[in-house]
């Protein structure tokens, strides 16, 4: 898993992906780490997770993105190769305050790539283009 996390992110999400993939669940002892870690998002991406909310958009040309059902309904699309979601809490929190490492839409696509529950959906070229056009004129 190639990501822009420290050490220790890195190592919990690859230790709760070889109890998740040997047990199907996480230990208190994992949970634990990961609201130490990740703060408060923690609960909320795990909640994210729960409902089936992250979506991997794929498309021939090898580009992906991540779309994530929020909280709220609504829908966030972020890219974990540039580690960025154009939610508020990720501009105010992650961004601006430097208080995180990431919001909770991102700790959830990252949950549903060790856990393998990440829904998949194959987009054409043109479909990707239309998304990330989108995104910048946003």
Do not use: W
């Amino acid at each position: 898993m190639r990501s822009f996390l420290p050490a220790v992110a890195e190592q919990l999400l690859r230790d709760i992906q070889k109890t998740y993939q040997e047990t199907c669940q996480i230990p208190d002892d994992l949970l634990i780490a990961l609201k130490f870690v990740f703060g408060p998002c923690a609960l909320q991406a795990l909640d994210l997770v729960d409902q089936r909310s992250v979506t991997c958009l794929t498309s021939p040309s090898g580009r992906k993105a991540f779309q994530v059902i929020g909280g709220s309904g609504r829908l966030y699309t972020c890219f974990l190769s540039c580690h960025y979601c154009p939610c508020p809490a990720f501009a105010y929190t992650v961004l601006h305050r430097n208080e995180g490492l990431l919001c909770k839409h991102i700790l959830a696509i990252y949950l549903c790539q060790v856990m393998a529950v990440t829904q998949q959906e194959s987009v054409s070229d043109q479909q990707m283009s239309t998304l990330l056009s989108g995104m910048m004129s946003t």
